[in-house]
């Protein structure tokens, strides 16, 4: 079955530090992927996703996505976290032959001023 | 663009009663809507995929019983927790997903329902 793992529950970072959010998908062929953020009081925004072709993808907020398909992982990163960034962070996959969404169980992203 | 509303955003009933969920595309038209639930600190479970003018599906132990959704239009779904219970407290998101069928669901903001 597939699944969408994230590693990280929480992750402290600084105000300015580097950003990177781990995802390990297990899928057969290329995967439809995504990366959600959830701020408490709003619905899930889109941050970025990946289908196909450039497997470095481009996002909102100055966050990117690297996809490698040796590793099975669809990271997330941002060079310079601001504490606006403080959130929860789902990976997502589609499964295979429909479009529902197999959530990774998300990582909790708190920012240090 | 792409807008989805759910209302109410918080809901306070008695354990026996009946809520009523509502979640509406604004701005598009949604051939498919997703009813999740989420409990806290916990990712999103998918609860049931909803299509225009047909019966929903449920996943795997979810009670389609006790959680009624209708999906009347290419706008709005309901969902209904029926004689709800303090286990039927939780998080509750709905999304749509517009006609082109891009695989991109939209959220809305989500709906508390605690049951006393």
């Known amino acids: 079955a597939q699944s969408v793992t994230q590693p990280d529950i929480h992750i402290t970072v600084s105000e300015g530090a580097s950003l990177e959010l781990r995802c390990n998908y297990s899928y057969g062929a290329t995967p439809y992927l995504f990366w959600y953020v959830q701020s408490p009081g709003q619905g899930l925004q889109l941050l970025l996703k990946y289908f196909s072709g450039d497997t470095l993808v481009q996002g909102i907020k100055g966050f990117e996505a690297e996809f490698k398909r040796s590793q099975s992982s669809f990271n997330l990163r941002k060079p310079s976290v601001h504490w606006s960034d403080a959130a929860e962070y789902f990976c997502?996959?589609?499964?295979?032959?429909?479009?529902?969404?197999?959530f990774g169980t998300g990582t909790r992203l708190k920012v240090l001023a | 663009g792409a807008v989805v509303s759910q209302h109410p955003s918080w809901v306070i009933c008695k354990s026996g009663t009946s809520v009523k969920i509502e979640c509406r595309s604004l701005d598009f038209q949604a051939t498919t809507m997703f009813w999740y639930r989420q409990f806290p600190k916990q990712s999103l479970m998918l609860m049931a995929t909803?299509?225009?003018?047909?019966?929903?599906?449920?996943e795997q132990g979810v009670e389609k019983d006790k959680f009624l959704i209708n999906h009347a239009s290419l706008t709005l779904s309901t969902l209904t927790v029926t004689s709800a219970h303090p286990e039927d407290s939780s998080f509750y998101i709905c999304?749509?997903?517009?006609?082109?069928?891009?695989?991109?669901?939209?959220f809305g903001p989500g709906t508390r329902l605690t049951v006393l």
């Open positions: 997502v996959v589609v499964q295979s032959g429909t479009y529902k969404y197999i």
């Open positions: 999304s749509a997903m517009g006609l082109d069928n891009s695989y991109e669901q939209f």
């Open positions: 909803s299509n225009e003018g047909s019966k929903a599906t449920y």
